[in-house]
Structure formats: structure tokens, C-alpha cells
């Protein structure tokens, strides 16, 4: 064998080799690009999700305060000694029927306060503040989408006692019915969650 011929044989392997090491280097950024368009497509769904969850739950705030303004509650349905615990029709301790008191406001407004001793030690829209409202369906209302999205909006609305009708700031007696709302929307895996808060005031009829 002529030392020509063994010198063809090495550039052949070694051609190989360095074709196998391109072929390598090409094969992992090939995988690395799949990977980096997989992120980005769980980003924007998850966007899009976001999106779809935050304006469905909106939406149940607009439709609650509009519920407020239009068919505003009477003074009965805000009174301490007429509201018995675990009517759905007014705003009482338990929150039945996503409607929440848990101050007093016997008789008059005067007499309104927003606590009945020490607040809870949680929100109440707070999933561990002893009240369950987001799980018994008793204690929230639902405003959810006509689409198929399969997303579920739930809220309560809570009373606050009142406000001045002009500042809008609380007082103990007259004025307008304060309240807030809570809406929490969650997609159809549960996994996307998104919740809002607005307060409003009506003049309590």
C-alpha cells in the first residue's frame, strides 16, 4: 500500500468525522428552535387564556353593578333585624345567595356598622377565611360566558354600610348603600385564575 493511498483513506475519515460533528451541532439547534417555539407557544396560549379569563370576569363585575344601579336593594334587604340568617333575598352573615354582611345595622342607618366585634382574620373571598364561598354554591352568584369556552365566573357582593352621597366617603348614618364586588373567573382547567374588585354606590330605596 502506497503511502498516497493511506494518506486518501485518513482525509476520508476524517471528512466523516466532521461531517458527523456538523450533522450533531445542526441536529441540536434543530431541537433547541422546537423547543424554544414550544415556550412560546405555551406563552401565548397562556396569554390568550389570561385574556379570555380577565374580560369574562370583568364583564360579571359590569353585569353585578349594573344589577345594583338598575334594581337597587330596599333597606329591609340591608337591615340586621329583618334579614334572617340564610336568606338568599338579603345581605346577612352567611352570605347565602352571594349577598354579605357581617356588620349591624338594626333598625336604622344610623346604627349601621361594618363588623359585628373583630374582623375575620381572612377576606372573606379568601379561600381559607372560613366562609367557602368560591366552593358552596349557595354562597356566590355566577355570571359565566354563552360561548364555549368553558370558562366560570362566580362573585358575591358585599355590603359596606354607607357613604355620603356626595363625597362618597363612609359614614354611620343616611347616605348611599355602599358595597363590594368580588368576581373571581377561572378557565375550564382550572388553571388560569383571575379575580377582580370594584365598589359602587346606590341609594338604598
Known sequence: MSMNSVLVKKQKGAVLVLCLIILLVITLLGATAMQGSG????MIKGFSDRQQVFQATETALRVAENRLMTTPFTSSDLSSA????GS???FEDTCTGGLCFLGDNTSTTANCVIYTGTP???PIWHDGGGFAVW??????LE???TDS???TVKYIIEFQCFVDAGSDTVISGGGHAFYRITALGANASGL???MLQSTLSTPAL
Open 88 to 90: 338568599a333575598s338579603c
Open 135 to 140: 366552593d358552596n354554591a349557595s354562597f356566590h
Open 82 to 85: 329583618t334579614c334572617a340568617s
Open 143 to 145: 355570571q359565566n360566558p
Open 149 to 151: 369556552s368553558g370558562i
Open 120 to 122: 375575620p382574620a381572612m
Open 39 to 42: 415556550l412560546e407557544l405555551k
Open 192 to 194: 388560569t385564575e383571575v
